[in-house]
Structures are given as C-alpha cells and as structure tokens.
C-alpha cells in the first residue's frame, strides 16, 4: 500500500494536479468536440443510412457506436482511476477518438484533388513519425539499460544496476534516470561498508551521480530526498536543509517527508554535540 501516495486514483483529478485548469478546460474541449462529432456520425449512419445505403455489410456504424461506448467507458472509469497513465490505453483511446472524428465520409460530389492545406497537413506526420523514429534509435541504448538496471535494483542486484548503468552512460549522458539508478545502487553497497573512511567516498560517488540526475532534471522532485539522505550520510547538514527545503515546496504535507526532516534535523545536532565536545579546550 502506498503510505505517501503522489499520484491520484482520477485522471481528472490529476491532469488538473500537473498542468492546471487550461488543462482541464482543453480537455473538455477535446471530449465535447469528439462526443458531438461521433453523435452527428451515429444520426447520420444509422436510420438514414438503412434508407438510403445499399451497403448493409459496411462496418462504419458498429465502429461509430463501439467508439461512442469506448468513450462513455473511459469517462466514467477515470474518475476512479488513472487509465491513460498506461501507453497501451492511451493508443487504444487515440484509435477510438480518430473513429469519432473521422468515420470515412464518402461523397459523390467530391474532388479528387487534395487541396494544398490538407496536403501539408498530411505530409508532416510521415515528417514527424521520420523524427520520432531517429530519436528512438538515437535513445533506446539508454533507455533500454535504464530499464535492466531498474529491474537489477528491483531484484537486489546492485552490482548488476551499476554495471548497467554504466554501459548506458557510454551512449547517453542525458538520461537522468541512469545516474538515479547508478547512484541508488551505489547507495546500497555504502550502506554496507562498516568503516567509516571508506564509506566517505563511497558516498561522494554516488552524490556525484545524483546531484547529475537532479541537474538534467529539476522539475522532477524524485531525486530530492535521495539527494538529502546523502548529503546527511555525509555530515554535509547545511547542504542537506536547503535540498529539503525544496522538497517541501512540491509537497509540503508530505508526512514522509516530515520524518526525514526530523531525523535529518536530529543527526545535525548529535554530530554537531559530539564536535563540540571534542573540540580541545582553550586555555584561559
């Protein structure tokens, strides 16, 4: 069970979290849009077409009502749910909302000729799906040992995650998401070391790595906490406040977070208690 949770169990709810109300009011315009075009489809090839089509093999009207259901599905489970948060249900709702603003209108009447405008707008998805296809190629290395170095830390590999990690910072330096993982699993094999001298540096390598992944990525809150833990492993404390600090500002009643400030705050003043008493006296 999520004891912390970040993400709402309502696509409604959380489309408004991330991106606000224009969000939420351009969704309303997608949907209205949609539902009013597949209504239109709906009245004009069903009791018409029975009159006028002698095409009674044509699948246009069972597609047109599917894709209205499908639509109706989707609008009422989102609000216990967060569907689209899944890439299959997302090109599955892209298929069905393509149904409803097009369902294949054929008319006798009309030109051949594609006008220019239309023309364009037809030629850039083979230009946009050219530049997708290059920045998949040009990413996947990193994406793919990304992702065997998430699952290495899953299954308590560490050893594992850095190495894969590793191999993907060769071919892409800009994946923040592998200096999180190298630095996580890193983390791990510190936490094992008894004598502190050798954990010091241990715990700077894998600072280095976080303090990368955070710099790519700094709207992504997920590092933060990670980055302070480290900081604190370290006695760096006052360096620590200010990245819990910004952790507090994306989410202020987080009660994990209010722990960790806790302890963070603690360590800070037994170490600084212990300094203080180990300090030489001053003569007088």
């Known amino acids: 069970m999520q004891k912390d949770p970040i993400y709402t169990h309502n696509d409604y709810l959380n489309l408004l979290a991330e991106y606000g109300a224009v969000a939420g009011v351009l969704l309303l315009f997608f949907l209205i849009t949609h539902w009013q075009n597949g209504w239109k489809n709906f009245q004009r090839l069903g009791p018409k077409r029975v009159v006028v089509s002698h095409n009674f093999l044509s699948t246009s009207l069972a597609l047109n009502i599917g894709a209205l259901s499908a639509m109706a599905a989707y609008i009422a489970h989102s609000f216990v749910d967060f569907n689209l948060h899944i890439p299959a249900n997302v090109l599955l709702m892209a298929f069905v909302f393509g149904i409803l603003a097009n369902a294949g209108v054929q008319r006798e009447t009309e030109e051949s000729a594609v006008p220019m405008s239309i023309f364009l707008w037809r030629a850039s998805l083979p230009a946009l799906g050219i530049v997708l296809a290059v920045q998949c190629f040009r990413l996947l290395p990193g994406e793919y040992f990304a992702e065997h170095a998430r699952t290495a830390l899953r ?69 933060l906490v990670p980055l302070a833990s480290t900081y604190d492993a370290l006695d760096r404390f006052a360096e620590a406040e200010w990245i819990y600090y910004d952790a507090a500002q994306w989410d202020p009643r987080s009660i994990y977070l209010n722990e960790l400030y806790k302890y963070h705050l603690s360590r800070w003043q037994t170490v600084g208690a212990v300094a203080t008493s180990e300090q030489p006296a001053q003569p007088r």
């Open 155 to 223: 299954d308590n590999h560490p050893e594992s995650a850095i190495d894969f990690a590793t191999r993907g910072l060769k071919s892409e330096k800009s994946n923040p998401f592998l200096y999180q993982y190298l630095a996580s699993a890193k983390l791990t094999g510190c936490d094992s070391i008894a004598d502190p001298r050798d954990r010091t540096p241990c715990y700077t390598d894998a600072l280095a790595a976080l303090a990368k992944a955070h710099e790519l990525a700094p709207a992504d809150n997920t590092f």
